[in-house]
Structures are given as structure tokens and as C-alpha cells.
DNA sequence: CCGGGGATTATCT
DNA sequence: GATAATCCCCGGC
């Protein structure tokens, strides 16, 4: 296992490298508290052309400000009012391309993943879903702007790549408001995986 | 199993 | 003041 290298996010292809973090495992590290999970679900935000991004038509705010960041920073903004959602930056700095993390498998600090959560036992609701992985990976807010090759949220990966034929590919969830936009293949899942939202099999 | 709707608040208009 | 890249529970079949 070795961290994901920062020419991995440094590439121009936003949907290639969200199809390629399948399979990866993210990890915290906040105040000693280590949890993990293998990513089993993602989407892609295309920067200033994509109507769905939080930067469409270079839009820039204080909330969004992140998405224009070097590659390999962490964006997470909060969704709902109350959900926390984890986006890796992409592409050079000034271009906001960002791949949403949806799901993740749970892999290390399942106890302290269950506390965060308000859990008693593992069951798939855990991590399932891009809200659920922030709480259980304890993030918030203010982490946003965290370089992913220090210490207190990371990527790692074992050199093994996803087979194409476990990779499921769709439109996005939640984004019907972005047109046409809407109907793009950006979302990439691990066919069968039960952390896997919606109703895929 | 599936669909509907409420929760809840930062952010933008 | 409206909206949002969501989740969970509940009721109905």
C-alpha cells in the first residue's frame, strides 16, 4: 500500500481518474482516530462546461473557493444543511475539476466509524451514500483545502486496478436541475458492492 | 421491495 | 426567501 501519487489527480481527465479511484482506499487521521474504506462509488464535476458543478460557468465563491485549488486537495462543502460531502481536486490549480466520493466499504476503525455515526452494529448504511462517508470518516467542513499526501486525509492504493467488467457506469444522482448535464455517464460504481446507493445490483 | 416526504441549515439571490 | 451533488423512516403492496 503507498499513497496515491499526485501526478494521479494532476491528470486533464476528470472522468477517466474518477472511474480509477474505485477501488482505492481513503483514509482520516484526526486526532490519532485512524478509519479507512475502500472507495466503491464516485461522480465527476467537470469544472466551468458542467452544469451540475458548484463551478459552472466559473462560478467562485468562499463555499466553492477549494474547487480551484492544485490537484490533490481535498474539497468538502456541506449539502442539505447538514451533510458533509468529500470531493477530490483534480486537473491544474484554476481549473475546478472535483470527483465526489459517494460510497466506501469500510476497512479499518469500524468502532470508531460506528461511534461517529451514532451505530450500533456494521450494516450497510455506514458508509453508503456520499453524506454517510464524511460522518463516518469524521469529516467536516473546515477540513476542506487538505493536501491528500499529508497525514490527516489520504488516498492510498495497492496497485491493483478495478476489472473493467465489476465497473458500472451511470448518470449522476441528484443532480436533475443541471439539464442536460444531468443525463452525463460521470457516475462509476463497483457492480454488486452493497455500500453501492440507489438500486444497483 | 418501493415510493413519498420530512429533517435541517449553509449558501446564494 | 428559496434552494440544495442527501438520508432515513414509514406506510403500502
New binding site residues.
Given amino acids: 500500500m503507498k499513497k496515491v501519487p499526485l501526478s494521479f489527480y494532476q491528470r486533464k481527465d476528470v472522468v477517466k481518474i474518477a472511474k480509477e479511484l474505485l477501488g482505492k482506499i481513503v483514509v482520516t487521521n484526526f486526532d490519532g482516530k485512524v478509519t479507512s474504506g475502500r472507495i466503491v462509488e464516485t461522480?465527476a464535476?467537470a469544472g466551468i462546461a458542467d452544469k451540475?458543478?458548484?463551478?459552472f460557468a466559473g462560478?467562485?465563491?468562499?463555499?466553492?473557493e477549494h474547487?480551484y485549488s492544485a490537484a490533490g486537495t481535498a474539497?468538502i462543502?456541506?449539502?442539505?444543511?447538514?451533510?458533509q460531502?468529500l470531493?477530490v481536486v483534480t486537473n491544474e490549480k484554476e481549473i475546478?475539476d472535483?470527483?465526489?466520493i459517494?460510497?466506501i466499504e469500510p476497512v479499518k476503525g469500524i468502532d470508531i466509524m460506528l461511534k461517529r455515526?451514532g451505530?450500533n452494529k456494521l450494516d450497510k448504511?455506514?458508509t453508503?451514500?456520499?453524506?454517510?462517508?464524511?460522518?463516518a470518516l469524521g469529516i467536516f467542513?473546515h477540513h476542506s483545502g487538505l493536501y491528500l499526501l499529508d497525514e490527516e486525509i489520504f488516498l492510498l492504493e495497492d496497485g491493483k486496478k478495478m476489472p473493467e467488467e465489476n465497473i458500472g457506469i451511470s448518470k449522476?444522482?441528484?443532480?436533475?436541475?443541471?439539464g442536460a448535464d444531468a443525463l452525463l455517464p460521470y457516475r462509476f460504481y463497483v457492480k454488486g458492492n452493497k455500500y453501492v446507493?440507489?438500486?444497483n445490483s
Avoid: D, F, Q, W
Fill in positions: 461522480e464535476y451540475a458543478s458548484h463551478s462560478r467562485r465563491t468562499a463555499r466553492n474547487m474539497y462543502y456541506i449539502c442539505y444543511g447538514m451533510h460531502m470531493n475546478p472535483a470527483v465526489l459517494r460510497a455515526t451505530k448504511s455506514l453508503r451514500g456520499p453524506g454517510n462517508v464524511g460522518k467542513k449522476r444522482i441528484g443532480v436533475e436541475s443541471a446507493s440507489g438500486k
